[in-house]
């Protein structure tokens, strides 16, 4: 049996987490919470013809690895609402949501990943504050993926797309 374990280390820095009264548990090192119970994230597979958008992580974990524009939703705030703001914050790109792709958790992680397909609408391509890099790559021709989940994602997005009866990538 799988049991999840309260994290001691800091993901992004490394240091040493101090537990809180109430609320996260923060790093002694930079400050950011770390959050023990089941934490929502959001990503966008943001598609253009045969290409689909993926920014280069500046950030742990798996920094310098390609991933969906993505990052976690904030108490209150819309799931899909998330998804599309992370696209702007990490890309400048402006996005549609069409549909859910699908949600994403595993045993022991703390983290279940919404995952939706959208369309640029807005803004020109570029790498903001927790990317290195952003831009579009043909679906067939993709860098390494920073998640294992990545690949599974991108099945079951390829799925639903030709149910949807859109064009294949």
């Known amino acids: 049996m799988h049991r999840y ?7 992004f820095c490394g240091e040493e987490l101090r537990s809180a009264v109430e609320g996260p548990s923060f790093c002694l090192g930079c400050g950011r919470p770390a959050y023990q119970d089941p934490k929502l994230a959001a990503a966008c597979i943001v598609s253009h013809e045969d290409s689909i958008v ?26 899909a ?18 549909w859910l792709v699908g949600l994403y958790s595993e045993v022991g992680r703390a983290v279940v990943l919404a995952v939706y397909d959208a369309t640029q609408v807005g803004g020109t391509i570029g ?20 998640f294992e989940h990545d ?14 009866g859109l064009v294949s990538l």
């Open 127 to 146: 790498a903001g504050d927790e990317t290195s890099d952003a831009r579009m790559f043909n679906v067939g021709d993709l860098p390494g993926l920073a």
């Open 5 to 11: 374990h309260d994290p001691k280390f800091c993901a």
């Open 54 to 79: 993926l920014v280069k992580r500046a950030i742990e974990p798996h920094i310098g690895k390609w991933s969906f524009p993505s990052g976690y939703v904030n108490r209150g705030e819309d799931v």
């Open 81 to 98: 609402e998330a998804a599309v703001r992370e696209v702007v914050e990490e890309t400048f790109v402006v996005a549609r949501i069409n």
């Open 151 to 164: 690949r599974q994602i991108l099945k079951d997005w390829r799925v639903e797309r030709d149910r949807r």
